[in-house]
């Protein structure tokens, strides 16, 4: 991966789980394969900033932001879709009213 910036305070070293190891890029790739879409939220290495969150869709998008889009320190975590996205375990869910305030009862979901 491509190195931005590096603070050798932070302990850098050959340990640890990487997000490009063949055995993770398989459990995404099965994922996708067998289950759906992937949720992804990558955090950036000294960013000062919120993480960015996505889902994937295609295993070749997905390792195309890998590439692109990422640098060395980053964290990259990644979820099952239908795994943590289900009716049963939502927030709160609703319909867009139109400028009346109506909504369809029905309709093709």
Known sequence: MRTRFRNDEDGWSLNGLRINSPESLAAIQSCLES???IVVEHRFYRGACAPHRMVFDEFE?????L???TFAGDSIWVWSFDAV???DNS???????????EMPERGAY
């Open 61 to 65: 998008k997905f390792a195309e932001y």
């Open 91 to 101: 927030l709160t869910h609703g319909k867009c009213p139109d400028e009346h305030g």
């Open 85 to 87: 996205c289900r009716e």
């Open 67 to 69: 590439n692109t889009q």
């Open 35 to 37: 289950q759906g879409p």
